[in-house]
């Protein structure tokens, strides 16, 4: 942790913003298919902005001044990883292909619900009993031998239900508080990040606060599939600058080694990343927002790329100045992610901090 303080922390998650981030964490957004959740989502934010609109793949994004010139984007995906039918057998067994990076190890035993236009059909992830297992070599789950088992048997009784290849499913784990310091449930990654970019919009009104510039709030799909919302929402807002939040490794469980990994921990505060599409005088800004409002933070190398949908808006328009600030979470890609309560209200604070050192007229440029 870089700025180590003992102020007292104050939340800025209220039980009413909590209520909302139950519901949209709850709701299925699986990659290519996040409507509903981004109507949720419009749904919460609308009353603190002027305008809003979406894009033909269902981008949602909020807007604050939309007739300013300058064009400050924060930004989030709603996409959560899944899996798609890919195979349904004579005896009634349905195999999976991944939509995002879902991993095959956790899914033996889960309980998942596969959307179809017929509604919802529950399902489950079969695996051998112990007991036949003995004895033999084990056999790890793999795409080739994790199979769902739906109640059927047959082909035919499958697809009667609604189910063809291509429909696509979710686990259906959902949110609860753990030990009264962490949010816990599956697709934090990255809803919670689309949550807290409302949460700033909320701020913003509730202080009356006047900002020097347009500001759009950006909810975006695809990124679990390569940044492809990010980068056809950049194309199409053309932002001068752009703050990204997404969800990196908190790296203090078993097997995760930090040589390679770094020292994140849940707790000690956002993480601001260094990678070259993080512009470094940008990001200069935020180091200075966070401690001159003390709020705690911890710093990240990202090698060549961030991974996130930073690397999208960088590289757009000619170059648009992005930096990353991102929430420490453990156990990534499971159902059981986990991020603590008072890095939400830091990330929250450092990006509204941040909207509000905003000079239009400044030139992050170090050579002019």
Not at 24 to 29: A, G, Q, R, T, W
Not at 32 to 59: C, M
Request: with cysteine; charged share 20%.
């Amino acid at each position: 942790m870089d700025n180590d303080n003992n102020k007292e922390h104050v939340p800025v998650v209220t039980e009413q913003s909590l209520q909302f981030l139950e519901t949209y964490i709850n709701n299925p957004s699986p990659t290519g298919f996040e409507w509903e959740g981004q109507r949720l989502w419009l749904d919460y934010i609308k009353p603190y902005a002027d305008s809003h609109f979406v894009d033909n793949y269902g981008t949602a994004v909020a807007v604050i001044n939309p007739e300013a010139e300058f064009k400050v984007v924060i930004e989030a995906h709603s996409d959560e990883i899944s899996w798609f039918v890919n195979y349904i057998s004579k005896d009634g067994l349905i195999y999976v292909i991944r939509n995002g990076g879902s991993d095959h190890q956790i899914a033996p035993s889960k309980r998942v619900n596969i959307h179809t236009d017929k509604g919802t059909v529950k399902a489950v992830f079969g695996w051998p009993a112990i007991h036949t297992r003995s004895g033999e070599k084990e056999e790890a789950p793999t795409l080739k031998n994790i199979f769902l088992d739906c109640g059927c048997t047959s082909q035919e009784e499958v697809e009667a239900l609604g189910i063809h290849v291509g429909c696509v499913i979710t686990y259906e784990d959902e949110f609860m508080v753990l030990n009264n310091r962490y949010y816990l449930g599956r697709a934090l990654d990255n809803r919670v990040g689309g949550f807290m970019i409302a949460e700033v919009a909320r701020l913003l009104k509730e202080n009356n606060k006047t900002l020097p510039f347009g500001l759009y709030i950006v909810n975006a799909v695809q990124e679990e599939v390569g940044l492809r919302g990010a980068e056809m929402i950049a194309n199409r807002i053309k932002p001068d600058l752009a703050i990204v939040t997404d969800v990196t490794h908190d790296t203090q469980t078993p097997m995760i080694n930090k040589v390679t990994q770094g020292d994140l921990s849940c707790g000690k505060g956002p993480v601001l990343s260094y990678a070259p599409s993080v512009q470094i005088n940008f990001n200069k800004l935020l180091v200075k927002t966070a401690e001159d409002n003390a709020i705690p933070f911890q710093r990240q190398a990202s090698s060549r790329w961030t991974g996130t949908d930073t690397d999208a808006f960088a590289y757009s328009n000619n170059g648009v100045v992005s930096a990353l600030i991102s929430l420490p979470l453990r156990y990534m890609h499971t159902t059981v992610e986990m991020v603590h309560k008072e890095d939400v209200d830091n990330v929250i604070s450092l990006i509204y901090h941040t909207l509000l050192n905003i000079d239009p007229e400044h030139d992050f440029r170090s050579v002019k």
